[in-house]
């Protein structure tokens, strides 16, 4: 969006200003660095639709990064880390777009691109990475082949070429296409027949192996892992990920193997390094948490025992965190354990300083919720209250709960406490109305209408289940009539392009026709 500014600075003059502080970087202290780029991000923002100034912003920012080592902006590629961070902070308000296509002009022949052209490629391609999309994944790989032209044309290629493929790797991975990221693999394997240099690395490997897990492929995954093992280069990072797949699978048998392979592989390689970390274990103690194997909760309360005890006898790197608990506690819930049980281990987090975390107060409640004790879920709640720690998804998990059990009133006094603290959300006015409409008398359905008008007036979208509860609040209290003018509303707003994107379904329709119907007993 473009900004007013009373003179507005031309390309030519802020290109200025940018090769005036590049000849100066090497003279810069961190914080001098830090003031100069805030320089440079004003400017950015009264230059509405000028790529190349952004572009070299880009660059700029990041030589900050790498002459200062007190700048707060990470520097390139580390094998245990992301490729390039900073590319997550910067907004495509245009620029960027604009940028990527003036990259990708045919106008030019190949080999015309210039030696500060080449080095914009890295930054933008990073950009669309991030962005996890079909869309963004499709740019990497465009960007990737105008600087395959540029270098088969005979321009000098960028220093670690690798690289750049290996994002493509990592954006069609990201986007949820690992077939994609595997013609990129396999380009590479054939290019590092011939050169070295392009073959992939571990990161390579590991951001495929992210891709399989990704989409739940764990034989690929696993072959994968079996490589890295075979080279002796590997990392606790790559066994992580392999981790996580499991884990979203809830297959955690196989996960607890995989654990007992690292520390094998540990001790053979006498690598400590590889030996499993607390993400280790938070990851396996997810995969029972979504395990459907009995016996879920107990082996859940033996990892966190475990860990437990190796951390007050010297291993403080395991001491388990706010997500151990949160795992721990979700597994033992749903192999259905007892609320003791569960508070027992509420009680251990609460005493090692997690009593604040919103998570855990969340899944307590909930499991009061479930168990059918709600007035202590809401003496959970007034106490979070009292500590400042009350979060929007505790109000929402103790409305959930009073939905349960139908008392509407009950549920009212925490609902008119979150609107005056305007904590309310899509997901607090959808419980409420559908609270309403399961009481069947035109006050309820009155109360409905009213919640959805306030709704809306908030800025938040109602989805069709809201729309239908309205309506089958007004034909369980034989008011027919009214919810077919609501579904006549509802309709005429949405085709005449003025709702809220929401139209009627089957449902819809279903609900109306039992109204008609219980008209006729």
């Not at 690929?220 to 080279?231: F, M, T, V, W, Y």
């Not at 106490?383 to 059990?405: D, S």
């Not at 549920?411 to 609270?435: N, P, R």
């Amino acid at each position: 969006m473009k900004r007013k500014c009373e003179i507005e600075p031309t390309v030519g003059m802020r290109k200025l200003v940018l090769n005036a502080l590049k000849r100066t970087l090497h003279s810069l202290t961190a914080h001098e660095a830090n003031m100069r780029l805030l320089e440079i991000v004003i400017l950015v923002l009264q230059c509405p639709r000028s790529s190349g100034f952004v572009v070299q912003s880009l660059r700029v920012k990041h030589s900050l990064s790498v002459l200062s080592k007190d700048a707060k902006f990470p520097t390139y590629a580390h094998p245990k880390g992301p490729i390039c961070d900073w590319a997550e902070e910067i907004e495509d308000d245009g620029q960027i777009m604009d940028a990527t296509i003036a990259l990708l002009d045919n106008s030019g022949s190949p080999g015309s691109l210039s030696r500060e052209e080449i080095e914009d490629f890295f930054p933008l391609m990073m950009f669309w990475s991030k962005s996890q999309t079909a869309d963004g994944a499709s740019r990497v790989e465009r960007l990737l082949s105008r600087l395959e032209a540029e270098v088969k044309a005979g321009n000098m290629p960028p220093p670690n070429m690798y690289k750049y493929y290996t994002l493509s790797v990592d954006a069609w991975g990201k986007a949820g296409y690992p077939e994609k990221a595997e013609k990129i693999l396999f380009k590479m394997k054939e290019l590092g027949k011939s050169d070295k240099s392009l073959s992939p690395s571990r990161v390579t490997y590991h951001c495929m192996m992210h891709a399989y897990a990704k989409k739940g492929d764990m034989e690929n995954a696993l072959a994968l892992l079996d490589h890295l093992e075979a080279s002796s280069d590997i990392d606790i990072v790559d066994y992580n990920v392999v981790l996580a797949g499991y884990a979203k699978l809830g297959e955690a048998r196989q996960a607890e193997n995989l654990l007992a392979r690292m520390i094998s592989q540990c001790r053979k390689q006498k690598n400590n390094d590889l030996n499993p970390d607390i993400c280790s274990y938070n990851t396996l103690l997810d995969a029972w948490s979504k395990s459907d194997e009995p016996g879920r909760g107990i082996r859940s309360k033996e990892i966190l025992s475990t860990l437990i005890e190796r951390s007050d006898d010297g291993e403080p790197e395991l001491a388990p965190n706010e997500l151990t608990f949160s795992a721990a506690m979700t597994a033992v819930a749903r192999s259905g354990g007892t609320m003791e049980q569960i508070e027992e281990l509420w009680m251990e987090a609460e005493k090692r300083g997690f009593a604040s975390d919103p998570y855990l107060i969340s899944i307590l409640l909930d499991c009061y919720a479930t168990n059918s004790n709600v007035e202590k879920a809401a003496d959970v709640l007034a106490e979070c209250e009292k500590r400042g720690t009350a979060t929007l998804l505790a109000y929402n998990t103790v409305l959930k709960g009073l939905k349960g059990k139908g008392d509407v009133d009950a549920a009212e006094k925490i609902f008119q406490k979150m609107a005056s603290l305007k904590l309310a959300d899509a997901f607090s006015y959808c419980t409420m109305i559908a609270m309403h409409a399961d009481r069947g008398n035109e006050k309820s359905a009155e109360r409905a209408d009213e919640l959805l008008s306030d709704m809306r007036s908030a800025g938040l979208v109602p989805n069709v289940a809201t729309l239908n509860a309205c309506m089958n609040a007004w034909t369980k209290c034989g008011k027919v009539e009214v919810a077919a003018r609501r579904l006549s509303e509802i309709e005429e707003a949405y085709y005449s392009g003025v709702a809220d994107g929401t139209n009627v379904n089957v449902i819809s329709y279903t609900t109306l026709m039992t109204g008609y119907v219980g008209l006729l007993r």
